[in-house]
């Protein structure tokens, strides 16, 4: 069925190294990708999203690329600070007038000091 | 900065129990949502809401279900017989603009059906 996961369900880092996170998706349908946060007891927080219609998005310190011939997203956060260890969702959202998201299952990162 | 509340942020209930569970969305935002999510796993769609009647619902959002915007400020997700499986935490979200646009999340309701 349609899906959208994560590769890894850890990545662990060192501060101040550079992370890329990673999400797969099969619904060519989606049109508007989103990546969340979740910090321990936390709902969802948001990063940075991006339409279908662009390659990258920059944010502070985030950059999210879509590769759409592969169906593939990344969340590429520079500079790890301790304040980036969450759980990490990518989550889309198909056209054809659907409200609800698509999230994955999250990877973990981890900053070590 | 506006945000999403949620109430109450813990609530066990016995199971066939009715629970109630209030969300205020962001004041000027339009569309509100319910999401759950089973300890350990991933976010789920439940149900959104605009202009006083349901959008679009997964699945997951059978008859056991309802929504209701009472009043101005209030979104509230109601069980009326609940299951254990039903034990999640529930996030309630809301954006300003339909589909495709960045919604907020509240804190959630960690739901427990003993």
């Known amino acids: 069925g349609e899906s959208v996961g994560l590769h890894l369900p850890t990545l662990s880092v060192q501060e101040g190294d550079n992370s890329i996170i990673n999400c797969a998706y099969s619904n060519s349908a989606s049109d508007y990708f989103i990546w969340y946060k979740q910090e321990s007891g936390k709902g969802p927080q948001f990063i940075i999203d991006?339409?279908?219609?662009?390659d990258k998005r920059q944010g502070q310190r985030v950059t999210v690329l879509l590769n759409k011939t592969v169906k593939h997203l990344s969340l590429q956060i520079a500079a790890t600070q301790p304040g980036d260890s969450a759980v990490y969702f990518c989550?889309?959202?198909?056209?054809?007038?659907?409200?609800?998201?698509?999230f994955g299952k999250g990877t973990h990162l981890i900053i070590q000091p | 900065e506006p945000e999403v509340t949620q109430t109450p942020s813990h609530q066990v209930t016995q199971m066939g129990q009715e629970v109630i569970l209030r969300c205020v969305p962001i004041?000027?935002?339009?569309?509100f949502y319910w999401y759950r999510q089973i300890l350990g796993q991933k976010v789920e769609f439940l149900v959104s809401?605009?202009?006083?009647?349901?959008?679009?619902k997964s699945e997951i959002f059978d008859d056991q279900f309802s929504v209701e915007r009472p009043d101005g400020s209030n979104f509230t997700l109601k069980i009326r017989s609940t299951k254990l499986e039903d034990s999640a935490m529930y996030f309630c979200a809301s954006s300003e603009y339909r589909a495709g646009t960045e919604a907020f999340f509240g804190q959630g309701t960690r739901l427990t059906v003993v």
């Open positions: 991006i339409r279908s219609n662009m």
């Open positions: 989550a889309e959202m198909h056209g054809g007038g659907a409200d609800g998201l698509t």
């Open positions: 809401f605009y202009n006083n009647e349901i959008s679009e």
């Open positions: 004041s000027n935002h339009l569309y």
